[in-house]
């Protein structure tokens, strides 16, 4: 099962969250976790039946009772969830969406990160919104998230800062930082359509930016947005069955292929190896191709690191930032390179194991060779006991039909 979000135009957290409920997801599954991080005297949430234009859905609305005077930062928020008692998949993933929100409200702002008052973000309602969607994805648990490009708008937004300009600063910022692609028309449409707390949420959670060629729908939720458009102001997510054609294009593709990637590394002899371990996992989450880190001698005799890492091109801005922010060095060395890389495709295979997750590599001469991803062999090797190379064994004799969860590339 996968997960198609449909911006029409645009996004926001409610919207979402509404989108979800009238989804299917328990409403006990969306507040859980705000119960378990201590959050569940602060607020009231209610979905109620709603239209925009006529057409039906959801409406999330959530109550602040939080009667605190103290605003929120980025510190505070995430020692809130770092020490929550939530599992550890979900944990990561409302990190992750804060954490980006973070960023950008200090780069735009100007100040450190953990210094970032969150203000409208850091309320009630945004963190709300943010558990909620993520718990609500975390519950469907898709194989692959799909959404289409949403709109921003134009003309002014009220904020704690005063009048800002659509999009607000926090919102291109996040564009820029996850290298996100929008649409827009001759004539943009007056009014916030897109607002940070969705686009953080759509930058951080789906795996791609475009729709998939052929799906059929399963089943669907439609989320009411509370502002007022000539047309209807809603989000639907649907569950779907996508049928990627992985085939199609295979000779339409030159195999191997050529393409740039960017090089970034420094030598770092004052930090801790605790905090090197956290940066370089920090690349990885983020999307680095792969990161390789050593010992080195440096000057005055001092033991330091050498880390090199091996990124997307389009994404070397996004990651140059990470470097200064989430390690100690002062400078960064950077380089373009060119790579040739063979075709592959993840997917799924049936074996005496049940399904499994592989990879499949396409040779130049038209053979595929198929490797079981490594997660899936030690969690096999743990569960039946057996070594590494009898499951290998055992996968590579009885594999029988592949499912493509993606194609070619």
Known sequence: MDVLIECSPGISGDMLLGAFYDLGVPKQIIEQPLIDLGLKDLYQLEFVD????????????????????????????????????????????????????????????????????????????????????????????????????????????????GNLSVPPPAVIELIRQKNIKVLSTRDSIEGELSTPTGIALLANLVDYLELPLKFSINSYGVGIGNLKFPFPNLVRVYKITSFEDSSTNINE???????????????????????????????????????????????????????????????????????????????????????????????????????????????????INMKPENDEVLRLKLKHKISTYEIRKIIKESSKKFKAFENWK
Not at 295 to 306: D, E, L, P, Q, V
Not at 315 to 322: H, I, N, S
């Open 50 to 161: 709603s239209k925009s234009c006529s057409i039906r859905g959801i409406k999330a609305k959530v109550e602040n009772v939080d009667c605190s005077p103290i605003k929120r930062t980025w510190r505070s928020i995430k020692e809130l969830i770092l020490n929550g008692q939530i599992e550890d998949k979900l944990k990561k993933i409302i990190y992750k969406v804060f954490e980006s929100l973070a960023i950008a409200e200090g780069k735009v702002h100007g100040i450190k990160t953990d210094d970032v008052h969150f203000h409208e973000i850091g309320a009630i309602d945004s963190l709300v919104d943010i558990i909620g969607v993520c718990a609500a994805l975390n519950y469907l648990n898709p194989q692959r998230i799909y959404c289409n490009e949403p709109m921003l708008g134009k003309g002014f937004v009220q904020t704690e800062h």
């Open 253 to 367: 593709q030159i195999n191997p292929k050529c393409e740039e990637i960017s090089i970034q590394e420094a030598w770092i002899d004052d930090q801790t190896p605790e905090d090197i371990s956290n940066f370089v996992e920090k690349l990885r989450i983020e999307g680095a191709y792969d990161v390789s880190y050593q010992a080195i001698n440096m000057k005055k005799n001092r033991i330091g690191f050498s880390i090199q890492a091996i990124l997307p091109i389009e994404k070397k801005e996004f990651f140059r930032q990470l470097w200064f922010d989430y390690s100690s060095t002062i400078g960064v060395r950077e380089r373009t390179q060119s790579r040739w890389i063979l075709l592959r495709r993840r997917g799924e295979c049936s074996t005496t194991f049940g399904n499994i997750k592989v990879k499949q590599t396409l040779k130049p001469d038209g053979t």
